[in-house]
């Protein structure tokens, strides 16, 4: 009887899922939707704009009218982004807001106007905004002004963490501190692992510091007695 055995062939490597499984995945992921305070003293404005706003999947904590409004609700809510017009009621417009807003969070504001007016846009590049929108304009605009601005405000957050991290751990790299258990005879320093280590080798790898070989001249006068340190050999 001859027995037939059929034997496939197997990768070592795992299969990849495919791009479109990968994307599919990715879609499921839950995301927090960003939450938005509109600033606008138009009160059919501000409601076609918080209608726009939650059919892009934003959530709006606050409609504020005022410049002081707007400050107060920043501090309550504490949204991820401000949309802020301009012109608004009472005494303080919204580049005032925006600068006292900007002066004790990071929250990244976009501007909203219908003053195309240079020297009003050099007023609010001033307080360093992270868009700026003419009316009129469309969902796609204000959208991608958005989500833009989510982007930079995250990535620069992201490397502000970073850059303290680094600046912290340049701190403690190679630091040498604490009780350092050495021979008695040979010098020689024990480390973590029990072994022991020339004390060069060990504080070159637990510091910064290199090292220059030498002779001091004790040393040299046991070592070498036939060289007079003086000048020229003993007799």
């Not at 007016?117 to 009129?136: C, E």
């Not at 060990?202 to 070592?223: G, M, N, Q, V, W």
């Amino acid at each position: 009887m001859t027995l037939k055995f059929d034997v496939q062939p197997q990768s070592s490597a795992k299969k990849q899922p495919s791009q479109p499984r990968l994307l599919n995945a990715l879609k499921k992921v839950p995301v927090t939707p960003a939450t938005i305070l509109v600033v606008e003293d138009d009160i059919n404005v501000a409601a076609v704009m918080e209608a726009r706003l939650e059919s892009f999947g934003y959530n709006v904590c606050d409609i504020a009218r005022t410049g002081l409004k707007a400050i107060e609700s920043q501090a309550r809510h504490r949204p991820d982004l401000v949309l802020m017009d301009i012109l608004l009621e009472g005494d303080m417009n919204g580049i005032e807001a925006a600068e006292q807003i900007s002066a004790k969070s990071d929250v990244p504001i976009i501007f909203i106007t219908c003053l195309n007016d240079p020297s009003v846009l050099d007023k609010a590049i001033q307080t360093h905004p992270y868009g700026y929108l003419v009316k009129p304009y469309d969902n796609a605009e204000l959208r991608s002004c958005i989500e833009i601005a989510l982007v930079k405000h995250q990535a620069a957050k992201e490397r502000e963490e970073l850059i303290a991290k680094l600046e912290d751990a340049l701190l403690q790299v190679r630091k040498l501190s604490g009780l350092l258990p050495i021979c008695a005879s040979c010098k020689k320093i024990r480390d973590k692992e029990g072994g022991w280590q020339q004390i060069e080798d060990y504080i070159s790898t637990h510091s910064e510091a290199d090292f220059s070989h030498s002779i001091c001249p004790e040393c040299a006068r046991k070592l070498y007695p036939e060289l007079n340190l003086d000048g020229g050999y003993h007799k």
